[in-house]
């Protein structure tokens, strides 16, 4: 069998994947070779996420825009529909017309 830590990719006893372990840079002492392997690895992390959290800020903002097109539309659709207004106008050029008609009739 290998030896632990050979590239034997599960621990023989528990059968699981071995796990890095976490630290706190601020607490313990690190060297400055490994602090620049940590910001690497980061680096790394960050770039291969990057293609996906692209392409959901892609969708998020092509998502928000529509529904802002879409109540935009809608608003001048209805607008558009709106013939109330019209009517009122038409109440009151007809009352304005009974009003002459009453002031210059009899």
């Not at 023989?12 to 601020?26: C, N």
């Not at 800020?57 to 529509?66: K, M, W």
């Not at 802002?68 to 209805?78: D, E, H, P, Q």
């Not at 558009?80 to 050029?93: G, P, T, V």
């Amino acid at each position: 069998m290998a030896a632990p830590g050979a590239g034997d990719p599960l621990h023989a006893k528990s059968g699981k994947a071995p796990v890095a372990q976490r630290i706190d840079p601020t607490q313990e002492k690190l060297t400055p070779e490994q602090l620049q392997f940590m910001r690497q690895v980061q680096l790394a992390e960050w770039q291969k996420s990057l293609p996906q959290r692209r392409t959901r800020n892609i969708v998020t903002g092509l998502g928000i825009g529509a529904l802002v097109l879409a109540i935009y539309g809608y608003t001048f659709y209805s607008v558009s529909q709106e013939r109330f207004l019209d009517e009122l106008e038409d109440e009151a050029k007809a009352a304005r017309a009974r009003a002459l008609a009453r002031a210059s009739g009899p």
